[in-house]
């Protein structure tokens, strides 16, 4: 029987870590007024890899936390991008981000992608045509 198109591709986390907590790589982000969010770590390496340097992994669409979002808040987040992969759990996992976010008034945009595409797959170009049509929220 083939996987269902909702499950994650990748079922990688670090060995030992409450992700549940974190957002990675939260320390090497210089900038955090503005946040690109993504659901995994190698979708997080290919934005960074293509110089979108302020964007976080939350570990799962089943992962982002009140906690996360007043973390976000406390470091002084007032915008962030909620990029999920493009499939039912991503867009799901997008408007529950984006309501934990506007609790703290965190302006947020919502970056739908197309059926089956992830920000790890997609390259700059791609990436850029998605980003120009933001709309703040």
């Not at 083939?2 to 992700?19: A, C, F, M, Q």
């Not at 934005?47 to 939350?58: F, P, Q």
């Not at 197309?114 to 170009?125: T, V």
Request: contains cysteine; charged residues 25%; proline residues 4%.
């Amino acid at each position: 029987t083939p996987p269902s198109k909702d499950i994650p591709k990748y079922l990688r986390k670090p060995n030992g870590v409450e992700t549940d907590k974190i957002l990675f790589p939260f320390d090497n982000v210089k900038d955090k007024s503005t946040v690109i969010l993504v659901e995994g770590l190698y979708d997080a390496i290919n934005m960074h890899d293509l110089g979108y340097v302020n964007t976080l992994c939350i570990f799962g669409t089943q992962n982002f936390t009140k906690a996360k979002a007043k973390l976000l808040d406390d470091y002084g987040c007032r915008r962030a991008i909620i990029m999920m992969d493009g499939d039912t759990s991503g867009s799901q996992a997008a408007i529950k981000i984006n309501n934990l976010l506007t609790q703290h008034s965190i302006q947020t945009a919502i970056v739908e992608l197309a059926q089956g595409e992830d920000p790890g797959s997609l390259d700059r170009e791609y990436i850029e045509e998605y980003l120009k049509n933001i709309i703040w929220r």
